[in-house]
């Protein structure tokens, strides 16, 4: 067989190719799949294959050889389908058919490669544990995400502290929240691939272990380089969850199912920080800064043991395993599955994750546009823990726990946010039921149309209820704070929408498409906290507040214009679909 024998997984020697040519081995009985790919009938009932597959190994396989495939999702009574029947061209709007179908031979050879699929009502299939224990996985996987969120701005609650012992100004410190950020951006660039590669269980407690010791220096630290080095490490190891957990969530719960628990997952990045400054503040007030950190790491040591217990829920992992298992006990050599097929090697897999990212930044509008709104609303969050200070602290007088408090206004909107998120999943569905089954990607904008008001709004509030502006004094805190309600749950709408809307927008390129928002939400939410201080104090609570929110109603169009050019656009790129 050519290709080093379909590299090395499809056929025995070389030396019997010309017998296999000359002599047509029978093929095995397997599950015929419909040529449209949203048409397949093994596909269990909750399974959508017309949504993008969050699970396919992207960054790891070699799609341009060998195309895209629903092996990791459908079911059949084999447990098996030949691979000439399961390749399909990438799903973007211009297909290209994969080179191991543009060569009649090569295509002819894969009837007899067996691609390991599920059986029917297969008990090995995450999909099909039972509910309480896949609610239990998305507790754990959503704790994970708030504990390391948390971290980011949980040294926030007591800044002042921190700089007195050092002698250095709020920017240098705020450098302990902005390259923690830093770490969380470059971490998943890692992380993803070789979690796609040797399953995504190893990766949700050894880098967690690896972050939980870096605490230590932090809350041992003699000067503030051996502070602000940890804090690095501290968020590049710690950023698995945010590199597994969505995954993780779309392992066991299928795409039509898990609207609730993508809800959670889409508010743990957000309400994880909102906690730190509550908690950090009533630390550093009580017994000072360093027991922030020892606190912060007995949370994480809570965290990573429940990790501990997550299995192994990545389709194309467990599927290897059987397949490895099955050639050794039938001794068949085709069984395998498709990314052991075509995988990539390590050069193609580090333009994959960090250079096809930059690329997509670069030439994809839909991509560039979204990605900065949503993170610039990230970088929203991180300047009220430095905005909130000085209204509460200067301009109330208030300590560091009481100021902490004020953040609960923020959990308040992202807990509202929770009961709408769902309801947006289910009118999403509704509008693909009444276009025939087939939703357009823009349907998933209807959430970034309603949130997108609420951001202006509580910034306004927020500007013109703090001081000067109303002076302090009986319940006038009740202004700035109520602000932090319209913000919480228009921050969780958008981002819930604008991230469903790229990953539909891409499926063929899902991986590098979240990479490219990951690195822009990263660099935007270090940013913030270097400048936001020095702009409140030079333009004055109102206006500096008002900034933004003049920047945020800038930005509204966009959700507007891609749903109404949205297709239009689509049409001209060669990645969206």
């Known amino acids: 067989m050519t290709k080093a024998d379909l590299r090395g997984h499809a056929a025995t020697e070389a030396d019997d190719d010309d017998a296999a040519t000359a002599v047509e081995k029978p093929s095995p009985i397997h599950v015929t799949l419909s040529s449209d790919p949203g048409n397949h009938e093994h596909a269990p009932a909750m399974h959508d294959p017309d949504r993008p597959d969050i699970s396919f190994?992207?960054?790891?396989?070699?799609?341009?050889?060998?195309?895209?495939?629903?092996?990791?999702?459908?079911?059949?009574?084999?447990?098996?389908?030949?691979?000439?029947?399961?390749l399909r061209p990438v799903p973007s709007h211009y297909?290209?058919?994969?080179?191991?179908?543009?060569?009649?031979?090569?295509?002819?050879?894969?009837?007899?490669?067996?691609?390991?699929?599920?059986?029917?009502?297969?008990?090995?299939?995450p999909r099909n544990w039972k509910n309480a224990y896949k609610w239990y996985i998305t507790f754990v996987c959503a704790l994970s995400v708030v504990s390391i969120a948390f971290a980011t701005a949980i040294i926030a609650g007591d800044f002042g502290?921190?700089?007195?012992?050092?002698?250095?100004?709020?920017?240098?410190?705020?450098?302990?929240?902005?390259l923690m950020i830093v770490g969380f951006g470059l971490g998943p660039l890692i992380l993803a691939p070789l979690s796609e590669l040797h399953g995504r269980r190893p990766f949700w407690v050894a880098?967690?272990?690896?972050?939980?010791?870096?605490?230590?220096?932090?809350?041992?630290?003699?000067?503030?380089?051996?502070?602000?080095?940890?804090?690095?490490?501290?968020g590049l190891f710690g950023s698995g969850p945010f590199a597994l957990a969505g995954g993780a969530i779309a392992d066991i719960w299928d795409n039509n199912e898990r609207g609730f628990a993508v809800a959670l997952f889409a508010a743990a990045p957000y309400g994880g920080p909102v906690l730190g400054p509550i908690v950090g503040g009533f630390i550093g007030e009580t017994v000072g800064w360093r027991w922030i950190f020892w606190v912060n790491m007995m949370f994480a040591g809570v965290v990573a043991c429940l990790c501990a217990t997550?299995?192994?829920?990545?389709?194309?992992?467990?599927?290897?395993?059987?397949?490895?298992r099955l050639r050794i006990?039938?001794?068949?050599?085709h069984i395998t599955t498709e990314q052991e097929l075509f995988r990539k090697s390590l050069k193609e897999i580090v333009v994959e994750t960090a250079v096809r990212p930059f690329e997509m930044i670069a030439t994809e509008p839909i991509l560039t546009l979204l990605s900065l709104y949503a993170s610039l609303i990230y970088g929203l969050l991180y300047a009220f823990f430095f905005s909130f200070p000085i209204v509460?602290?200067?301009?109330?007088?208030?300590?560091?726990?009481?100021?902490?408090?004020?953040?609960?206004?923020?959990?308040?909107?992202?807990?509202?946010?929770?009961?709408?998120?769902?309801?947006?999943?289910?009118?999403?569905?509704?509008?693909?039921?009444?276009?025939?089954?087939h939703a357009d990607p823009e349907d998933r904008l209807v959430g970034m149309m309603i949130g997108c008001w609420f951001i202006p709004i509580g910034m306004f509030i927020f500007a013109w209820t703090s001081p000067p502006t109303v002076m302090p004094g009986g319940g006038n805190w009740v202004g700035p704070c109520s602000a932090g309600i319209p913000f919480g749950f228009g921050m969780v709408v958008l981002y819930f929408s604008a991230n469903a809307y790229i990953i539909d927008a891409y499926p063929g390129y899902?991986?590098?498409?979240?990479?490219?928002?990951?690195?822009?939400?990263?660099?935007?939410?270090a940013a913030t906290p270097l400048f936001i201080t020095a702009m409140f104090h030079n333009l004055g609570n109102g206006w500096a507040a008002s900034v933004w929110g003049f920047i945020s109603l800038a930005l509204i169009p966009i959700p507007f214009c891609f749903y109404r050019y949205g297709k239009w656009i689509r049409s001209k790129s060669k990645r969206a679909t």
């Not at 002819?108 to 090995?124: A, F, G, M, Q, S």
């Not at 299995?311 to 397949?323: F, G, I, M």
């Not at 006990?329 to 050599?333: A, F, L, M, R, V």
């Open 57 to 86: 190994p992207f960054q790891t396989t070699n799609t341009i050889e060998g195309g895209f495939t629903d092996e990791y999702r459908i079911a059949s009574k084999t447990g098996y389908i030949t691979a000439d029947l399961a």
């Open 95 to 125: 297909h290209t058919l994969p080179g191991i179908l543009a060569d009649p031979e090569k295509a002819h050879r894969l009837k007899e490669i067996r691609l390991v699929t599920w059986y029917e009502n297969d008990p090995e299939d």
């Open 161 to 178: 502290d921190v700089m007195e012992e050092f002698q250095v100004s709020e920017v240098v410190v705020a450098l302990s929240v902005s």
């Open 207 to 234: 880098p967690f272990l690896v972050y939980i010791i870096f605490n230590i220096p932090c809350a041992l630290a003699k000067n503030i380089g051996t502070l602000l080095v940890s804090r690095f490490l501290c």
């Open 310 to 324: 997550i299995p192994e829920t990545y389709a194309p992992a467990l599927l290897l395993k059987r397949a490895k």
């Open 329 to 333: 006990e039938t001794g068949d050599p």
């Open 392 to 437: 509460f602290s200067e301009g109330y007088g208030y300590n560091d726990g009481i100021t902490g408090l004020m953040f609960c206004s923020v959990l308040i909107g992202i807990g509202l946010a929770l009961f709408v998120t769902p309801r947006l999943e289910r009118d999403y569905l509704r509008r693909g039921k009444e276009k025939g089954g």
């Open 510 to 525: 899902v991986a590098s498409a979240l990479a490219a928002k990951i690195v822009i939400r990263s660099g935007l939410g």
